[in-house]
C-alpha cells in the first residue's frame, strides 16, 4: 500500500514509518499541514495517516475538509491527543473514516489501517455468505456451520464471529471488537473481551481440534485457516 | 428670641449631623478595616482567619458571617484540589516510577534480548495503565461541568441495560457467578446512552470483581412513583440499583467511596484506580440523579436513583422528538 502520513512528532512520525515500512508498505512522510496537503491533493495514495494537530495554521481537520471538499475519498485515519468523544465525532464529521487517539501501540494502528483498507474494496459486493476454511455463516438466515456440522450461536457470538469473518486474515484488536460488535466506546479495565472471545472458541474450535482464532500477542486476535 | 433659638437648633443640628457622620464613618472604618485585615492574613497564606463576629445580631454580623461562610467554602475547595493533585501525583507515579525502575533494571541486568523485550512490554503496559488514570479524571471533569448534557437523547433504557449486562454475564459466569437481571419491558428515559451504560458497567465490574465465587450479581430497574399531586400528576423516578454478595464496605467506606482514588482497605490488592465509583456519581448527578450505597448482607447495594419527568410531559416530549436510531 502507498501511504502518507502527515504527523510534526518526529519521534511518532519515524516510529509508524518505520513499523508500517517494515510490513511491506509505502510510506511518504510529511511533517507539516502545507505539505501533507499538497501532497495529498497531488499523489495518490491507499490510505492517509492525519495527525489533528499540526504546526504552520494548517491542521489535520483543514486537510481532511479541503480534500473531501475536492471529492478525494482516500480513507484517513485521524490522529490526535484529543481523546474527547466530542473531539471524536467532530474528526468523523469532518470526514475521517476512523480515529486512534494517542498514546497508541502500533499494532492498534496497524490492524485499523488494515481493517480501513479492506473496508473499501469489500464496500462494492454486498456479501451474504463468509467462508473462511472450513467454517462458513450465512449472513441472511444467521446459519453457522463448521465441516459442514450445524453450531449454534448466542445472537451476540454470532455478531462476533461476522465481525471476526469479515476481517479474516487481520489482527482485530480488543478496542476494535468493543466497537464493532458492542458498540461500546469506553475501556473496560477488565478482560470481557477476552471471555466472550474463549467462549466462541468453545464452539468453533475446541470440538474440530484445528483452531480458527488465533490470539495474537499484545494486539488482538485474528481468525485464519 | 426666634432667631437665637433657630440658631442654636442649626448649630445643634450641624453638630448632629457632623457627630453622626463621623460615627458611621468610624463604624464603616472599623468594618473595612477588619475586612481587610482578614483578606491581608488570607492573601499571605493564612487560611485559617476569619472575621470576628461579635454576637450582637447586626449587619455588621451578617456582613462578617457571609465572608466567613464564603472563606469555609473557599477552603473546603481548596482542601479537595489539593487532595485531588496529591492522589494524582501518587496514583500517577506509581505506576511510571514501576515503568522506570522496570526499564532501567532491564538495562542494567538483563542479558538476552528476550530478558529486554518482556520488561519493555511490562513498562509499555504501565504506562498503559497511567493513560487510563488520566483519561478517566479528565472524563470525569468534563461530566462535572455539564458539558455531555447536550448530548442527551431520548431512549429505551431496557436494551441499553441488556447490553452491558449482556457483555459482563460473561465474565461473571467465568467467576462462578450468578448474574440476575429484574428488568421491565421498556424504561423510556432521556439521557446520555453510552455514560449511562458506563455508569452501569462499572457498577457490575465491581459487583463481579468483589464476589465469592457462587455469589449471585443482580441487576435491576423499575420506576418508582413517589408522590401523587392533586392534578393528576405523580413523582416518579428511576430506581436502579446492583447487588453482590461479596465482601460489601463499611459505613466509613461508603460515605468515602466515591472519592477520586479512594479505595478501602480490603480493596487494595484488587486491581483498579479508585475511579470507578466516582465516574458513576459524576454520571448519575450529570442526570440529576443520586448515587446510594448500603450493605445487602452480605455485599454491597449500589443504588441509582433518577427522577423522572412525569407521564404526560413525557409522552408529548416524545412526540415532537425525532425517533433515535438503534
Not at chain 2, 445487602?296 to 433515535?324: C, F, K, Q, Y
Request: with cysteine; net charge negative; charged share 25%.
Amino acid at each position: 500500500m502507498r501511504i502518507l502520513l502527515v504527523e510534526d512528532d518526529q519521534t511518532v512520525r519515524i516510529f509508524i514509518a518505520k513499523g508500517l515500512s517494515e510490513s511491506g508498505h509505502l510510506v511518504e512522510q510529511a511533517e507539516n499541514g502545507k505539505d501533507g496537503l499538497s501532497l495529498a491533493t497531488n499523489e495518490n495514495f491507499d490510505i492517509i495517516i492525519l495527525d489533528r494537530m499540526l504546526p504552520g495554521g494548517v491542521d489535520g481537520i483543514h486537510i481532511l475538509e479541503t480534500l473531501r471538499r475536492q471529492g478525494n475519498v482516500t480513507p484517513v485515519l485521524l490522529l490526535s491527543a484529543l481523546a474527547d468523544v466530542d473531539e471524536k465525532v467532530a474528526g468523523l464529521k469532518a470526514g475521517a473514516d476512523d480515529y486512534v487517539t494517542k498514546p497508541f501501540s502500533f499494532s492498534e494502528l496497524q490492524a485499523r489501517l488494515e481493517a480501513l483498507v479492506r473496508r473499501n474494496r469489500n464496500e462494492a459486493q454486498p456479501q451474504t455468505r463468509l467462508v473462511v476454511g472450513d467454517l462458513e455463516i450465512d449472513l441472511l438466515s444467521r446459519g453457522v456451520k463448521r465441516a459442514g456440522q450445524k453450531i449454534d450461536l448466542q445472537p451476540r457470538e454470532f455478531r462476533l464471529l461476522e465481525f471476526l469473518m469479515r476481517h479474516a486474515g487481520q489482527v482485530v484488536t480488543r478496542t476494535m471488537l468493543l466497537e464493532g460488535v458492542w458498540d461500546y466506546h469506553f475501556d473496560p479495565q477488565t478482560n470481557v473481551i477476552d471471555v466472550h472471545v474463549s467462549r466462541l472458541r468453545q464452539k468453533i474450535d475446541k470440538p474440530f481440534g484445528r483452531p480458527l482464532v488465533h490470539t495474537i500477542r499484545n494486539a488482538g486476535y485474528m481468525l485464519q485457516e | 428670641m426666634l432667631t437665637d433659638t433657630l440658631l442654636w437648633a442649626c448649630l445643634m443640628l450641624i453638630l448632629l449631623a457632623v457627630g453622626g457622620g463621623w460615627l458611621i464613618r468610624r463604624l464603616f472604618r472599623h468594618v473595612i478595616q477588619s475586612i481587610s485585615r482578614t483578606t491581608q492574613a488570607i492573601t499571605h497564606g493564612d487560611m485559617s482567619r476569619r472575621m470576628p463576629v461579635q454576637g450582637t445580631d447586626d449587619e455588621l454580623d451578617e456582613i462578617a458571617i457571609t465572608i466567613n461562610e464564603m472563606l469555609d467554602r473557599i477552603s473546603r475547595l481548596m482542601e479537595g484540589v489539593r487532595q485531588v493533585s496529591n492522589a494524582i501525583a501518587h496514583d500517577l507515579r506509581t505506576p511510571i516510577a514501576r515503568a522506570r525502575a522496570q526499564l532501567e533494571d532491564a538495562a542494567l541486568h538483563a542479558t538476552s534480548e528476550a530478558e529486554l523485550r518482556a520488561a519493555m512490554e511490562q513498562a509499555a503496559s504501565n504506562l498503559d495503565n497511567v493513560t487510563a488514570i488520566f483519561e478517566a479524571l479528565l472524563r470525569i471533569a468534563q461530566i462535572e461541568s455539564g458539558a455531555r448534557r447536550s448530548a442527551f437523547v431520548q431512549f429505551d433504557l431496557v436494551p441499553a441495560l441488556q447490553d452491558v449486562a449482556d457483555l459482563y454475564q460473561a465474565v461473571a459466569e467465568e467467576h462462578g457467578l450468578k448474574c440476575v437481571r429484574h428488568l421491565p419491558d421498556h424504561l423510556p428515559f432521556f439521557g446520555d446512552r453510552a455514560m449511562f451504560q458506563q455508569a452501569v458497567a462499572n457498577l457490575l465490574d465491581n459487583a463481579i470483581k468483589f464476589s465469592p465465587p457462587n455469589g449471585t450479581v443482580t441487576l435491576s430497574a423499575e420506576i418508582l412513583t413517589t408522590g401523587r399531586h392533586s392534578d393528576g400528576s405523580s413523582d416518579r423516578q428511576l430506581n436502579l440499583s446492583v447487588t453482590d454478595e461479596g465482601i460489601g464496605m463499611n459505613e466509613a467506606d461508603m460515605a468515602r467511596a466515591s472519592e477520586r482514588f479512594f479505595r478501602a482497605e480490603q480493596a487494595r490488592h484488587t486491581p483498579g484506580s479508585g475511579l470507578g465509583l466516582s465516574l458513576v456519581e459524576a454520571i448519575v448527578h450529570l442526570h440529576d440523579g443520586q448515587l446510594h450505597l448500603a450493605s445487602n448482607t452480605p455485599g454491597l447495594l449500589a443504588r441509582i436513583t433518577v427522577p423522572l419527568p412525569d407521564e404526560a410531559t413525557t409522552s408529548s416530549e416524545r412526540a415532537g422528538d425525532p425517533p433515535h436510531p438503534f
